[in-house]
């Protein structure tokens, strides 16, 4: 059992609809992540929050808003997206450290989005 | 951070180790090597890190070889469940995890 998260398990929406994303955990990590995973293909990083604040955006388009309300939180919201957005989209959670690569990434199961 | 390179594809008899090799021959001295798995339909769960000395959980070892240009992944009595996308994955002093194309471990009975 994954200790992140996240909800929906499956979502189905048109281009026109907006929705959101939501990833929960209460381990106290300070840094929260979003990924994307094309069909047989490796996560690729989307967003970073550190201490609820973005600190990293790898150039993904406005289409996809994320939001930190709180240190257990983090949302993705989605508005206007395309076919090609369909995806499975991934959460994480870590703590925060100075010595950063030795503090493990732990995932949720992850939104099975599909855009009709 | 360093690029990895790992074969595409594995297969193990179940109850035997499975030995998962990986090369970071650009890696640096500040860099940790990372082993992710995933399983079908779940998200990736993190399995061993380690920077230059060899480490074991109740998971896997990790062998880290003496120049840190490759290493291997031991799963000591592999079973059915072990069947797994793995990912060797260098990191250094970034948030970032880069994923490469992994090994396809097949476990079969």
């Known amino acids: 059992d994954t200790e992140v998260t996240q909800t929906p398990k499956h979502l189905v929406m048109g281009m026109t609809n907006k929705k959101s994303l939501k990833c929960e955990q209460h381990?106290?990590?300070?840094?929260m992540y979003w990924y994307k995973q094309k069909a047989k293909k490796p996560p690729e990083l989307m967003f970073v929050?550190?201490?609820?604040?973005?600190?990293i955006n790898e150039s993904v388009p406005s289409r996809f808003s994320p939001e930190c309300p709180n240190s257990s939180l983090l949302n993705l919201h989605l508005h206007a997206l395309q076919p090609e957005d369909s995806a499975l989209y991934l959460c994480a959670s870590s703590q925060v450290d100075l010595m950063v690569a030795k503090q493990p990434q732990h995932f949720g199961d992850g939104t099975r989005l599909s855009i009709l | 951070d360093a690029k990895t390179t790992q074969p595409p594809s594995m297969d193990c008899a179940e109850g035997r180790a499975a030995n998962l090799p990986c090369n970071h021959s650009?890696?640096?001295?500040?860099?940790?090597v990372y082993w992710y798995r995933q399983i079908h339909s779940q998200g990736p769960q993190y399995i061993i890190h380690?920077?230059?000395n060899n480490e074991t959980n109740e998971m896997a070892s990790l062998i880290i070889t003496e120049d840190r240009k490759s290493s291997t992944l031991i799963l000591p009595h592999a079973t059915l469940r072990d069947t797994a996308v793995y990912y060797c994955i260098v990191r250094g002093l970034t948030d970032k995890l880069i994923f490469g194309t992994g090994t396809r471990l097949q476990v079969f009975p």
């Open positions: 380690g920077l230059k």
């Open positions: 929050y550190s201490y609820e604040k973005l600190s």
């Open positions: 381990m106290g990590h300070r840094a």
């Open positions: 650009t890696i640096s001295g500040n860099e940790y």
